[in-house]
């Protein structure tokens, strides 16, 4: 039976895979082993999404079943999850990637280091506003009519939005504490959970979604099988992401004793060799602090120790701090597609980029490839305790 919402292309994988495994297999597989990454596709993708059979009860926890009696048993949700790997060869050709071991960092054209030319989007940018300033192109040059985007409500703790606007896009800027109504309460440096279910809404639109690599497998794989709304993305503009945190209120406080950091005092927050606090202006000048990952582990959200992805690897472009100064971004291309759009990017002229001569593309390369051969080896440690 075919839900009247969700269409299909069926590939081999999709015909050998289905109806055998279902949501039960994830939960046993994937769930039950402590590796769900929450990124929220197989509820979104669930091809009877519209009755709600299966949701996030608990925002910190893998999604359960509402309504089981109404599941097709169709295997959708098991073939899209990043860590059931079902579509791995299919993806790996499409992205010309072969292993991590000897490409860590994917497939790539091109590295640029780059600010925004935008005062506004330089200023409020995580790091070079270089994001916000290419949906803010594709925008005005009418290439997508929005973006699923991520506001922030508090440091660590953000919400999907769908931004058509350089106001909405702004809104949208880095961590930004003007816009945190307030800071008690649970807080969690989510992965977008949300992001992937708002696409249904927006199921007519063209857009470019911003995420994380657990996040692009699974619209990878949607677009490989054909899944809709996975054919409105125009563009996958990902994040690196070495990983992310939960913050409840006693990790909060935990937190705010061990680094003498008060949360209401966190203006800004990005991630390079470690993660970069910005503190609010106490009188005496802006205050910095950095953080090693390794002094955060009791904060890190332990599923992303399953992820080995940290540079996007099916991103059509890639954006991360690390390898660039202070306020510019790192761009790594990757598809036909996004090196297209990088091309027309750098011709109108939004941002400024560093002329990097070979050696220095060299040297951004191997950091960038040595943090995410250090986040292979972290799940290739923690797999082995996972029966
Ligand atoms: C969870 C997470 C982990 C990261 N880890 C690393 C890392 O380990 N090393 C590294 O070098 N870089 C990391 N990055 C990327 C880095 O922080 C910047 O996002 C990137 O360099 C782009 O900066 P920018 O100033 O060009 O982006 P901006 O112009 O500021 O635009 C950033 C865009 O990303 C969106 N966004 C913000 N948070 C999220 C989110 N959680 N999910 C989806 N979209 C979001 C915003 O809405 C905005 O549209 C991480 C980003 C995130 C979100
Ligand atoms: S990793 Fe994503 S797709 Fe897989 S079970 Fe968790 S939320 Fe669902
Ligand atoms: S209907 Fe299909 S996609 Fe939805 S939970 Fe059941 S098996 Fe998964
Ligand atoms: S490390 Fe990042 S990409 Fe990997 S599971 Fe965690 S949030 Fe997702």
């Known amino acids: 039976m075919i839900s009247k919402t969700h269409a299909f292309k069926f590939n081999a994988s999709f015909i050998n895979i289905m109806s055998k495994k279902t949501f039960e297999d994830l939960i046993k597989e994937v769930h039950e082993k402590g590796i769900c990454q929450e990124c929220g596709g197989c509820v979104s993708f669930c091809r009877s999404a519209e009755y709600d059979i299966i949701g996030f009860k608990d925002p910190y926890a893998p999604p359960e079943y509402i309504h089981k009696d109404q599941c097709l048993e169709c295997g959708i949700c098991y073939i899209i999850c990043p860590q059931t790997h079902i579509l791995d060869d299919e993806l790996n050709k499409t992205y010309k990637f072969t292993d991590y071991n000897s490409m860590p ?26 994001v916000n300033s290419i949906l803010n192109f594709m925008i005005e040059k009418k290439l997508i009519d929005g973006a699923i985007v991520s506001k922030t409500y508090a440091p660590f703790s953000r919400e999907a939005n769908f931004a058509k606007s350089k106001s909405d ?18 807080q969690k440096h989510s992965t977008y959970t949300h992001s992937i279910p708002k696409l249904n809404r927006y199921k007519f639109n063209k857009l470019a979604v911003i995420g994380t690599p657990c996040q692009f497998n699974t619209i ?19 994040l690196f992401c070495y990983e992310t945190f939960i913050f409840e209120k006693s990790q ?11 949360f209401s005092d966190i203006k800004k927050i990005n991630i390079k060799e470690d993660v970069i606090f910005k503190l609010i202006d106490d009188g005496i000048g802006e205050k910095i602090v950095h953080i090693p990952f390794n002094h955060l ?53 939004i941002l400024k980029c560093t002329d990097l001569d070979s050696k220095t593309k060299k040297t951004m390369i191997k950091l960038i490839s040595e943090f995410s051969q250090s986040k292979i ?4 440690e923690f797999m082995k305790n996972i029966v």
Do not use: W
């Open 105 to 130: 960092i994917g497939h790539y054209e091109e590295i640029y280091s780059c600010q925004a030319i935008d005062k506004d989007f330089l200023e409020k940018g995580t790091d070079g506003g270089v």
């Open 169 to 186: 896009l702004l809104q949208s800027s880095g961590t930004n504490l003007d816009i945190s109504p307030q800071l008690d309460g649970v």
């Open 220 to 238: 990878r794989c949607m677009q490989d099988l054909g899944v809709t709304p996975s054919e409105n993305i125009e563009i996958c503009l990902g």
């Open 252 to 262: 909060i406080e935990k937190f705010e004793k061990e680094f003498k950091i008060k």
């Open 297 to 349: 582990k009791k904060y890190m959200r332990p599923a992303c120790n399953a992820c080995n992805d940290f540079t996007n690897i099916y991103a059509d472009i890639s954006f991360g701090g690390l390898s660039s100064p202070d306020k510019y971004t790192t761009v790594i291309t990757r598809t036909e597609k996004g090196k297209k759009l990088f091309s027309q990017i750098l011709d109108a002229g």
């Open 377 to 380: 080896q972290r799940k290739e």
